[in-house]
């Protein structure tokens, strides 16, 4: 059985980083159904570069991922059936040529998975800091905010989800506020009883520039705990672990 793959990117002037990206998505071994690139106010090239690539240029004009990376979801459900899938990354993003293969094999091999999402290498620092950071952040990001979420928490350089899923929670998400988290935020819309797969395995390339400097770190971290405050306003963790644990959902796969 085939799905259709429809690669959602987010962009606000990086018009040299998502022509990379593009030139890696045409060389994947499954091809994209579409690739929707969502101008978030550009003022470079950025929505000529998608488009020189056969892309859909969508554009969210209020600021800020939670907004741009939603609209972007909104745009793929055209055309799609609630098991196809919505696939997830940044202009920054660098995956490999079976990036997309793999991700369709995991949703058909596993019809009740929701969402899946993978691992990163930071490419533009060196190999040592690279390996340091990885374990220092994402390792710890996806440890710290599956405990608050009682479940698997999506990365958004990496990740797809059914098209049914987003279905399911497109009008809960919290869009309009632009110092969110908007992958921390979907996980948490979610639930605690979707299946969601991390696959360490699954990784692609990304760059480190959010994490350099301090202020660029201390804004993730506010945004982090201002993700957190949204949401557990709705179910706080232990009510998230209670649910989980009364119905019985199975502990998500990790590879």
Not at 11 to 23: F, G, Q, S, Y
Not at 48 to 70: D, L
């Amino acid at each position: 059985m085939a799905l259709s793959l429809v690669v959602v990117i987010p962009v606000k002037d990086d018009a040299t980083a998502l022509r990379r990206c593009l030139e890696l998505l045409d060389a994947q071994t499954r091809r994209a159904t579409e690739v929707v690139i969502v101008d978030n106010g550009s003022t470079d090239d950025s929505a000529a570069v998608a488009r020189a690539h056969g892309a859909r240029v969508v554009a969210e004009p209020r600021p800020g991922i939670p907004a741009a990376a939603s609209t972007g979801y909104d745009a793929a459900l055209t055309g799609t059936h609630g098991m196809d899938v919505i696939v997830r990354c940044d202009a920054d993003s660098e995956p490999p040529a079976d990036w997309l293969e793999r991700i369709h094999t995991a949703f058909v091999d596993d019809p009740a998975l929701q969402a899946l999402t993978g691992q990163g290498d930071f490419t533009d620092i060196p190999r040592w800091r690279a390996a340091t950071i990885g374990r220092l952040y994402l390792h710890s990001y996806y440890l710290t905010m599956g405990a608050a979420l009682a479940n698997h928490p999506l990365w958004g350089s990496n990740m797809a989800m059914r098209a049914g899923a987003w279905a399911r929670v497109q009008h809960h998400v919290h869009r309009e506020d632009p110092e969110l988290h908007d992958d921390v935020d979907l996980s948490f819309c979610l639930g605690p009883t979707a299946r969601i797969r991390y696959d360490r395995t699954l990784r692609v390339g990304v760059s480190g520039r959010s994490l350099r400097g301090g202020s660029l770190l201390r804004r993730r971290f506010v945004r982090a705990f201002r993700t957190l405050a949204v949401n557990w306003r709705d179910m706080p963790p232990w009510r998230r672990w209670e649910t989980r644990v009364r119905d019985g959902a199975r502990a998500p796969n990790v590879r």
